[in-house]
């Protein structure tokens, strides 16, 4: 097989599958002069819910702030502690710190890279209000022993889905097991939109008509505002664009199933690489498939220089960050988390990848494996 040219995402692609039903939704607003909290909102917000398995949804204007406003919306703030993972993207401490809350990491499980649910009540004190669990890369963390330690020590869960749509745990879909589930629908995600866009889900009443609040500058009625708010609201267009993709996102999933199995099956019997697991509990819906090795770099290169895009979730862990510097946390403070950070790579995977762009970049990764054998 010739040199090939493979990107880490083309949304072009899915673009021209879906062009039609997207200009015509984005057509219908446009015409309406609707843009901010209409119909297409509200429609989207109960065909999402409905698809997680929820009662209510409130669209905002990230993941980022689905998880900052959850936390608000639970009273969390100074002086509170939060339990959650190093092993994520920056967001999810962020909700934590933006709430003048402090982030407790745990480590992670080397095998989903999510988060260890035997190390979460070691880190329990008197501050602690809450769990993040993270179903990092599209795989969904254990939760029954983390709803049962949280109902132990009555501390509220808020999942982190904003990788994980439509993943499942023991049948039922993430997202919907904790108190409050967020997701985001940044462009790349399973279900993305064309821009930012967020959305917290939740089974109870009153903390939905606070999310909605809390959105909209903390009114229920135009110019009275109860209590202090922000500016977080999911836009009319992308409403539109994302009830078009939910539509096609079961689907999409499927791909995304079958790409993590043909890449299952083509490195198989690589004797260097650690390919993804999906744990018995669980639906992995491969928001990104990640494999580890230890020359992950070199890896890296030699793909790149054969047309192969890939990228690295996350090569500095949270607590590493300089920005998080000041919580004292120290080299080897998470072992696991450390360790995976330097040997992590994602391999390309949306549900447009071509079977023959799967196994060319097998074929690469294979080569790339004797010649590092034959160099030895």
Known sequence: MGKLVIPFIDLKREYAEIKEEIIQAISKVLESGQFILGEELEKFEKEFSNYIGVKYGVGVNSGSDALFLALRALGIGKGDEVITVSHTFTSTADAIVRNCARPVFVDIEA???CMDVTKIEEKITDKTKAIIPVHIYGHPVDMDPVMEIAESYGLYVVEDACQAHGAEYKGKKVGSIGDIGCFSFYPTKNLGGYGDGGMIVTNDEELADKLRMLRNYGSRTKYHHEFLGVNSRLDEIQAAILRVKLKHLDGWNKRRREIAKLYNQ?????????????????KHVYHLYVIRLKNRDSLCKYLFKN??????????????????????????????????AKE????????????TEIEYIAEKIIEYEEREENDR
């Open 111 to 113: 095998d989903t890279y």
């Open 266 to 282: 083509l490195l198989k019997n690589s004797q260097k690489i650690v390919l993804p697991i999906e744990k018995e509990f669980g």
């Open 307 to 340: 047309g192969i895009q890939t990228l690295i979730h996350y090569p500095i862990p949270v607590h590493l960050q300089k920005s998080y510097q000041i919580l004292g946390y120290s080299f080897e403070a998470l072992p696991v988390t450390e360790k995976c």
């Open 344 to 355: 992590i790579l994602s391999l390309p995977i949306y549900p447009n990848l071509k079977d």
